[in-house]
């Protein structure tokens, strides 16, 4: 089973900051967080990724709890391209021995409304 | 740099056929895993290569099986095929396990 809980859907207007949540209560240290999206049935697409700190990229931001038992994407400016299904993963880090296959919830679908 | 590819793009099969599909990684990766995603259900792991040599296994059984070529591109074997196999089949690959997986724009398989 999937380690993350997310919300089934969610609506924002474009051009308004997306704002998705994740729930991974059972988390373990080693474990990194990703988001990757999937737009109609193409390939999922990484988004970001990170452990403990707040990460940053050209798509979105990562925040991530301090306890590390939740996150939120953020997609600054949200269009209607953005309309897709993100999934939140969490996954061994590098280096480690254990299990990396990575386990897909059902994610959020994000509607963005014009 | 082209990133991971996919061939081919749909297939057609009847019960208890074989099917190949095949996967090119992106440029620089080593490593490829495959996964099943059913309609309306998240991405299923199926196996990873790396070094030739199927590394993790999910819950799938043998009638699915892959192998990696010495160039790191990788095909997934399904015998005796099933209706519920009708699925998009998807290829993933990174630089090393464990690291960043990028992914293919997937098989469409249906089985009649």
């Known amino acids: 089973d999937a380690k993350t809980t997310q919300p089934t859907s969610m609506d924002c207007a474009e051009g308004r900051a997306a704002n998705l949540p994740c729930n991974h209560s059972?988390?373990?240290?080693?474990?990194?967080v990703y988001w990757y999206r999937q737009i109609h049935s193409q390939g999922p697409q990484y988004i970001i990724h990170?452990?403990?700190n707040n990460e940053t990229n050209e798509m979105a931001s990562l925040i991530i709890t301090e306890d590390r038992k939740s996150s939120t994407l953020i997609l600054p400016h949200a269009t209607l391209r953005d309309t897709a299904v993100y999934y939140c993963i969490v996954r061994v880090s590098r280096g480690d021995l254990g299990d990396d296959k990575i386990i897909f919830g059902k994610g959020t679908r994000l509607h963005i409304l014009p | 740099d082209a990133g991971v590819t996919q061939s081919p793009t749909h297939l057609i099969k009847t019960r208890g056929q074989q099917v190949t599909l095949r996967c090119s990684p992106k440029?620089?990766?080593?490593?490829v895993s495959w996964y099943q995603q059913a309609l309306g259900q998240g991405p299923q792991f199926i196996f990873q290569y790396y070094e030739e040599e199927e590394r993790q296994r999910g819950n799938f059984p043998d009638r699915f099986s892959g192998h990696q070529f010495p160039n790191y591109s990788s095909e997934l074997n399904v015998n005796a095929l099933l209706l519920g196999d009708s699925a998009l089949y998807l290829c993933a690959s990174s630089f090393r396990v464990r690291e960043t997986q990028y992914f293919g724009p997937g098989t469409r398989l249906l089985v009649l």
């Open positions: 440029s620089g990766h080593d490593t």
């Open positions: 990170g452990l403990k």
């Open positions: 059972t988390i373990s240290g080693n474990e990194y």
